[in-house]
């Protein structure tokens, strides 16, 4: 602790009387500053035991050392020594007075005691407390390094809250709580999410304070990590401000963590090296070599039915479009809080990466992510957390493209396909079924597609790509300019005798028209484009070639 007025007074050496302020004895003194200025208030920073002998005061006027003692509280003077026997033989009743009234220790001070021993007694005292606060940090850290190594995060947090009689509390990069000590903690830090998130888009290291009569306790937010983005966060909660020992321990407790978070990368960049090798495996059809080389990391995996994604980064609007901002949106649907293209500096597919991991850690399921150059592979298991976090990532992703401002404001686009449950000896096929659904997203110009949609759906839908229509633009021009001289309608002949699989009288039924009629319109579609109708390829492209071009 700090000196006090109190420790003074109890000072045996000092001899100090108490004149004023009793009840005011027990606060904190930064420093014992003498001046004899009959305005010292510009020189004062607060915290102060003033000492004065009154050489230029008139301490005998009432309203004079009321105006006196007023300033000095108002300045943050926290007791004021006066020195008898020197100009005044006793403390005169004027300044005793106005120190009572205003609430300012008063100390008296005998001749014998020069104010040189006070201020080396308020010295010695706030070096021994520096010195217990730094020998306590020093212990605090010894401890917190025993705790990481041998019990973990979650030890290191639980040694932290009892260094500083609070709690403590670890977030992932996603703003999840991954650890909390005490247990009831996990709660209070849950609600702070929405502050975690803040912290995460300053650059590291970058930290806040939660606290006021609305907050049950003060909570002092830091993040984790070297890079420009916090890998994690640390939150410490006490009921007030955080003393030296206990600044000592939280700075210990971030060096450690940030220790072990920039471990946690170089392991994750090793598994990721071994996720590569893996999947290359399965893709080139080698399921047992590939199960052998995931050993325990990912052979959980391989035991039961996975999916495939694929996921791909492409320019958005904002390469496009200038924009100044950029904020979180969140799914109405998921609930997923996304970044936006600025808090993930223009990467996406670092998101999705965070995401994907984050909830396979919270849910202890092994995931297997490797990164393609603007690609992103992810294996994760059949109805696991992973696969759901991605899909949500993905339609949150697509629900903000939706916003206007917003879609402006993204730098690159996510887009996502999902295989349909697979084993490792189909890898390869899971993989192509991947990126067939990415590739229908890309020209649907949607966020996610999964293949087994694609097949519970219509081939239509696909019609609509600009590529098809331009085709089909082409394939029909000639008949349209003929139909436009009105010498006949060779187009909707064309169409009646094709959904008529070719029958003669059921189609110029449908037209109103004569059999011969019929005959005569199609060989002339034959003559204009150059083609068979007997052949069943042209056909099938004239009849998709009249969907595509009545296709919305």
């Not at 403390?91 to 001070?109: F, N, R, Y």
């Not at 090798?277 to 080698?286: Q, Y």
């Not at 609930?335 to 293209?341: K, R």
Request: aromatic letters at 4%.
């Amino acid at each position: 602790m700090p000196p006090t007025l109190a420790s003074l007074v109890h000072h045996s050496a000092l001899k100090l009387t108490v004149r004023a302020g009793e009840d005011r004895l027990d606060v904190p003194v930064r420093w014992a500053h003498v001046s004899e200025l009959a305005d010292p208030v510009p020189y004062m920073e607060g915290g102060e035991l003033l000492l004065i002998t009154a050489l230029k005061l008139d301490a005998e006027d009432p309203e004079a050392m009321r105006r006196y003692v007023r300033r000095l509280v108002g300045a943050g003077v926290v007791g004021l020594g006066f020195a008898v026997g020197v100009n005044y033989e006793d403390i005169p009743k004027a300044l005793v007075d106005a120190c009572a009234q205003e609430g300012l220790p008063l100390l008296e001070v005998p001749r014998r005691t020069p104010f040189l021993a006070i201020s080396k007694a308020v010295s010695a005292a706030i070096a021994a407390d520096q010195y217990r606060a730094v020998t306590a940090g020093f212990a605090a850290q010894r401890e917190l390094t025993r705790q990481a190594l041998n019990a973990g995060p979650e030890g290191l947090l639980t040694a932290l809250a009892v260094q500083v009689d609070g709690w403590a509390a670890l977030y992932d990069a996603s703003g999840a709580v991954v650890a909390a000590a005490p247990e009831w903690a996990g709660r209070r830090a849950a609600r702070l999410t929405a502050e975690v998130e803040r912290l995460r888009e300053r650059s590291a290291p970058a930290s806040s304070v939660v606290g006021g009569p609305e907050h049950e306790d003060r909570v002092e937010l830091h993040s984790l990590g070297t890079g420009r983005r916090p890998r994690a966060a640390l939150a410490v909660g006490t009921a007030a401000a955080l003393g030296t020992a206990e600044r000592y321990a939280v700075h210990s407790a971030i060096a450690l963590l940030t220790l072990v978070t920039e471990r946690s990368r170089s392991l994750q960049a090793a598994e990721q090296r071994i996720g590569t090798a893996v999947l290359r495996m399965l893709l080139a059809g080698e399921p047992d070599h590939a199960r052998a080389v995931a050993g325990d990391l990912y052979g959980e995996l391989l035991d039961a039915p996975f999916r495939m994604i694929v996921a791909e980064s492409l320019p958005g609007p904002a390469a496009r479009t200038p924009v100044t901002t950029a904020k979180s949106v969140t799914a109405a649907k998921s609930g997923v809080a996304v970044p936006a293209a600025a808090d993930m500096g223009g990467d996406p597919l670092g998101g999705l990466t965070e995401t994907v991991e984050s909830a396979a850690a919270r849910s202890g399921e092994a995931v297997l992510v490797v990164p393609e150059g603007e690609r992103l592979v992810v294996l994760a298991a059949d109805g696991g957390p992973a696969v759901a976090a991605c899909v949500e990532y993905a339609m949150a992703l697509e629900a903000a493209r939706a916003v206007p401002e917003q879609a402006v404001a993204e730098e690159h686009e996510l887009v996502v396909g999902l295989s349909a449950p697979t084993g490792p000896i189909a890898a390869a096929a899971a993989y192509k079924q991947a990126e067939q659904a990415l590739s229908v997203a890309r020209r649907r110009g949607r966020g996610f597609v999964e293949h087994e949609q694609l097949a519970a759906g219509s081939v239509l839908p696909l019609l609509a790509d600009d590529a098809v229509k331009a085709f089909a633009d082409g394939l029909l021009r000639a008949l349209h300019e003929h139909d436009a001289t009105g010498r006949g309608d060779l187009v909707a002949s064309l169409r009646a005798w094709l959904s008529r699989h070719g029958q003669w009288d059921a189609a110029a039924a449908d037209l109103g028209v004569h059999r011969h009629t019929l005959r005569y319109r199609m060989r002339r579609v034959e003559e204009i484009l150059g083609r068979s109708l007997d052949d069943p390829d042209v056909r099938m492209e004239l009849w998709l070639a009249l969907k595509a071009t009545t296709t919305e």
